[in-house]
DNA sequence: AGGCGCATGTAAGCCGTTACATGATTCC
DNA sequence: GGAATCATGTAACGGCTTACATGCGCCT
């Protein structure tokens, strides 16, 4: 009772992420941090410096609690569980509408303004787009095969994993193919750099 | 010599926005708060909040002037135009590296999660979504047919243009697929909800 | 008479990045 | 002896969202 259990609680994004690994297995906020940067880092990135304060507020709201163990860092070591409480704030934000994030794309945004620049630059630039795409789709092609040799049931954890990964890869592919067909296009364009 | 020239004056990628839009044409930050919202709002989006103090930025750094002139507001209205320095800026932005963008994608996050829910949430979720999609492909294809229409030369404004929404259309194109394959995925997952 | 478009700004708060800070154990 | 890993935090700063604030002219 002495947790805010009156206020819908509202979660961060970053909150979510959190929860969602806690829902799979207990943690300490360095396990958080370092499955954030894999394999969640694949759609969602957080810092540690992010990660602690944010487990202090849903630990506020009630929605995990923590136990101290035996630890190597200065301070004690502290594993996280998930409470009913955000299990069930977990589903309700699956259950909720989702408006649409705002729309916010660098390598668009650049390309928009690309016409001040030469030919030549634009070349370079899309060739080195180009690979980067490529070497985040061989990444995540490993990571694809590797959830699928589990042969995960349909819609359980594992399959879950797999399908955000799928939609990873179209969307890199998609970019590549995007900077293949601005490479044909280019070569088309004046010279003047 | 009063303007800050001796710092590069770092820009955000907002500024470079603004940027962008005043190499195409002056304009008042009204003006450029409309653009942001079409047809730039498709890879970039910022209210007028974000623009007027950026602009105010731009300004002190010399990257932007401006002149009053008569308008109906209970202000002054201003017309911003790019300076020289401006365009200097704009383009060795176009030359410098891109690092790449941390990933933060909610519908994947929430995807990765949805294993919590039942096959009844999900397939309704991800049907919203389908159609959010299609809504936004189809101003998408239809902005590019205006473009296409105007027979840009390779390389020019329109062009470049042309370029960012083909890339916001083959991105629009994948995630749609995904949710296709999603939905017939989904048919085979037990029900529970 | 009321609403919309033009036109500009400020303020509070949240979210994210970068850097600072500490300290034990294990591996090379 | 030094670097990496485990392990936790704080502080400064910048960017974005939401809301507050003002006021004229035009259209219905």
Redesign the interface.
Known sequence: MDVAESTPARVS?LG??L??LL?RREATGYDLAQQMRHP??????ASHSQIYPELARLEAAGLVDHTVVAGKGPRPTKRYVLTAAG?RV??S???GV?R??????????????????G?G??RD?VG??RQ?HAEVLRDLEAERAELAAEQP?????V???L??V???V??R???L??CD??LT??E???VSG
Do not use: K
């Not at 969640?40 to 990135?45: C, D, H, N, R, S």
């Open positions: 994004s979510h992420a929860l969602g829902a969640v880092g694949y759609f969602w990135e299990t977990q589903v934000w699956l259950a989702m649409p994030e705002p729309n916010r794309d660098l390598q668009t945004l650049r390309t928009w303004s690309l016409w001040l620049a030919a630059l634009a630039w080195e787009r980067h049931a349909p819609g359980d954890r399959w879950c994993n399908a955000a799928e939609l990873g179209r969307s592919q998609a970019e193919a995007w067909w601005m296009e280019i088309g364009w004046p």
